[in-house]
């Protein structure tokens, strides 16, 4: 099984909402990765977490808050959005660790951000 | 700074032809993913190689890793509108995972 998950497939959400995406798999893996990705372009990395703690967070505003409950959980709380957030947000993970570490990758949240 | 150099960006084919993409860099990779996305989904592995040299077939997919670990292509023969997507190659380094910019093939009947 190399499968993960993500909710809601869709979220529509004005500027002063505060909602949260989903990601779950039950592969083991250790890392999990949210990225965004604009249309027609390659995904952009947010946030790593590792055995569960935030390992990398690239720049991003304080309005994304990542959290990992446990090693098959990851959530994404959004708070404050713009319009400008609008996009494809894609959660991954992978075995971590490992020289031949692989991503897989879930089918993603289309966020729009009214 | 872009790790990863995809070319062609763009390729736009008739069915039953053949087609090469190439992801290029000045850096080493202890491995290298190629994946394919259809629009509004998630990126779906096609391949990882490890080894330097390595040549690893998927049906109609030919997918080559470098001798020094730092390129990669995707040879695609007699193509099918079914291949049409995004194509994007991912290297490993670091702890991070690299993106090249991505090919969009579009296949045509």
């Known amino acids: 099984d190399t499968e993960v998950t993500q909710t809601p497939k869709h979220l529509v959400m004005g500027m002063t909402n505060k909602k949260s995406l989903k990601c779950e798999q039950h592969?083991?893996?250790?890392?999990m990765y949210w990225y965004k990705q604009k249309a027609k372009k390659p995904p952009e990395l947010m946030f790593v977490?590792?055995?569960?703690?935030?390992?990398i967070n690239e720049s991003v505003p304080s309005r994304f808050s990542p959290e990992c409950p446990n090693s098959s959980l990851l959530n994404l709380h959004l708070h404050a959005l713009q319009p400008e957030d609008s996009a494809l947000y894609l959660c991954a993970s992978s075995l971590s660790g490992i020289k031949t570490d692989t991503q897989y990758f879930g089918p993603g949240t289309r966020l729009t951000v009214l | 700074t872009q790790l990863l150099e995809q070319s062609p960006q763009f390729l736009s084919i008739q069915e039953g032809e053949n087609l090469t993409v190439y992801c290029n860099s000045s850096?080493?990779?202890?491995?290298l993913q190629w994946y394919r996305q259809e629009p509004g989904e998630g990126p779906v592995l096609l391949v990882t190689?490890?080894?330097?040299?390595e040549v690893k077939k998927l049906k109609r997919l030919t997918f080559q890793f470098g001798d020094a670990r730092k390129d990669s292509s995707l040879h695609i023969t007699a193509a099918q509108p079914g291949d049409t997507g995004l194509y994007l190659c991912a290297g490993y380094n670091f702890n991070k995972f690299y993106f090249g910019s991505g090919t969009k093939l579009n296949v045509k009947p």
């Open positions: 190689v490890v080894t330097g040299g």
């Open positions: 977490y590792s055995y569960e703690k935030l390992s």
């Open positions: 850096s080493v990779f202890s491995s």
């Open positions: 592969m083991g893996h250790r890392a």
